[in-house]
């Protein structure tokens, strides 16, 4: 198995941070996303999005989409972590959840960066003020996940669950990209990222 990645871009440490936590090694291959390898013929034959993380399973197989990458390690590992959930309420919580973040932060948080950045205006037309009304979005939801970090301890409830991953990998992307300060500004954010500071696999 080979796992495709710039192990620095959110959506690979999404799927790094989840193989961490479960003990799972793989071998990498680091793609050159910014000089448009992902978009090559040899990539496209692998890949349905030509982004990354993408997963070599063999020769013909191959998986792209962090959640799914992650979903299928969960599937064959032997683990009791529970990362997506244990009893089906949890499952569905961790899904809700998981969405939330992605729909209302990552989506906004990468359309922000693409849009403002430019970096990949060789493959997109980026609009100006689609990034701001995107960054403005993400600060927007960020006292949602202020609110559900103050009734619980992690994001989908009492434990730990890949929720927590897609929410850490967002509120690190968009201080380092979006210049948003959150760690000081929400105290509850700020108390439970720092937990999961302590938590090996969030090195
Ligand atoms: N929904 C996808 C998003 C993947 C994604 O946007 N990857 C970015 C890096 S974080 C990428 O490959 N960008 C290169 C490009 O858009 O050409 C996932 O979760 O895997």
């Known amino acids: 198995m080979k796992l495709y990645e710039v192990a620095a871009s959110p959506s690979c440490r999404r799927v790094n941070i989840f193989l961490k936590a479960l003990?799972?090694?793989?071998?990498?291959?680091?793609?050159?996303?910014?000089?448009?390898?992902?978009?090559s013929e040899a990539y496209r034959q692998m890949s349905v999005n030509l982004k990354v993380p993408l997963l070599e399973i063999d020769a013909e197989?191959?998986?792209?989409?962090?959640?799914?990458?992650?979903?299928?390690?969960?599937e064959i590992t032997?683990?009791?972590?529970?990362?997506f959930g244990q009893t089906a309420l949890e499952k569905?919580?961790?899904?809700m959840w998981n969405r939330i973040v992605e729909w209302q932060g990552l989506i906004p948080a990468f359309q922000a960066f693409r849009?403002?950045?430019g970096v990949y205006r060789d493959r997109e037309?980026?609009?100006?003020?689609?990034?701001?009304?995107s960054k403005k979005r993400v600060s927007e939801f960020l006292p949602l996940l202020e609110q559900q970090l103050q009734q619980q301890r992690y994001i989908a409830g009492?434990?730990?669950?890949?929720?927590?991953?897609?929410?850490?990998?967002?509120?690190?992307?968009?201080?380092?990209?979006?210049?948003?300060?959150?760690?000081?500004s929400y105290p509850h954010i700020s108390d439970w990222y720092q937990a999961l500071q302590q938590h090996d696999a969030f090195l």
């Open 23 to 39: 003990g799972v090694e793989v071998e990498r291959v680091t793609v050159n996303i910014r000089g448009g390898e992902n978009l």
């Open 158 to 184: 009492k434990k730990l669950t890949v929720a927590d991953i897609s929410a850490y990998v967002l509120i690190t992307f968009c201080e380092a990209q979006l210049q948003l300060v959150i760690i000081g």
């Open 78 to 83: 032997t683990n009791h972590q529970y990362l």
């Open 125 to 133: 037309t980026c609009i100006n003020s689609w990034g701001e009304e």
């Open 61 to 74: 197989t191959h998986l792209c989409e962090s959640l799914a990458i992650c979903r299928y390690f969960d």
């Open 115 to 117: 849009n403002l950045s």
């Open 92 to 95: 569905a919580q961790v899904e």
